[in-house]
C-alpha cells in the first residue's frame, strides 16, 4: 500500500525505534505514547482489520506480542499494560493497517475507556446469543 504510513515503517521510508524484526512482523514506538514503552507490533503484509489476517499469521502474532510485552516489562518495570487492537474507525482505528498495541499502564495515568453500557429489550440478548451460536455452528 503505497500510502499507508506502516507500509512506509516496515521499507524504512519513515524512522522508526524498532524494536523487533522477522520475516513477518515489525515492532516499534508508537509516536504519540500513552505511556512510555507504548509500542505497536504489525504484520509488514498490509491488512487493515484482525479479521483480514491468515490464521497462520495471527498464530504468531499473540506470542510475539507476549514476548514483547515481557521485554517491556523488563526493560521499564511497569508490570501492568494493555493489548489493544483497533478494528475500523468507530473503534478508534486510524492506521489502517492492522496492528497491535502493547501499553504500559500504570495507576492513574488517566487512559480510560469510558463506557456508558447500553441496554438490550427484553429477549434480545437470547435472541442474539442464538444467531452468533448458530453462525458459529
Ligand atoms: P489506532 O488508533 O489504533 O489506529 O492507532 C494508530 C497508532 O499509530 C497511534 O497510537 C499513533 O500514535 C501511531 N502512529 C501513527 N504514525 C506513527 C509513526 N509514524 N510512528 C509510530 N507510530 C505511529
Ligand atoms: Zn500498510
Redesign the pocket.
Known amino acids: 500500500m503505497d500510502d499507508c ?1 506502516f507500509c512506509k ?1 516496515i521499507k524504512g521510508e ?1 524512522p ?1 525505534y524498532r524494536l523487533y524484526e522477522d520475516e513477518d512482523f515489525v515492532a ?5 505514547p500513552v505511556n512510555k514503552g507504548h509500542c ?1 507490533l504489525i504484520p509488514k503484509q498490509h491488512y487493515v482489520r484482525v479479521t483480514d489476517m491468515p490464521d497462520a499469521l495471527l498464530a504468531r502474532e499473540l506470542p510475539l506480542a507476549k514476548r514483547i510485552a515481557l521485554a517491556m516489562i523488563e526493560a521499564t518495570g511497569i508490570q501492568d499494560f494493555d493489548l489493544l487492537n ?1 478494528n475500523g474507525a468507530p473503534a ?4 489502517f493497517h492492522h ?1 497491535m ?1 502493547i501499553i504500559p499502564r500504570r495507576t492513574g495515568d488517566g487512559l480510560t475507556f469510558k463506557i456508558d453500557p447500553i441496554e438490550y429489550q427484553e429477549g434480545e440478548q437470547e435472541k442474539l446469543a442464538e444467531k452468533v451460536r448458530n453462525i458459529l455452528k
Open positions: 504510513i515503517i519513515i522508526s516499534f514506538l508508537d509516536i504519540r505497536l483497533t478508534g482505528q486510524v492506521v496492528h498495541h
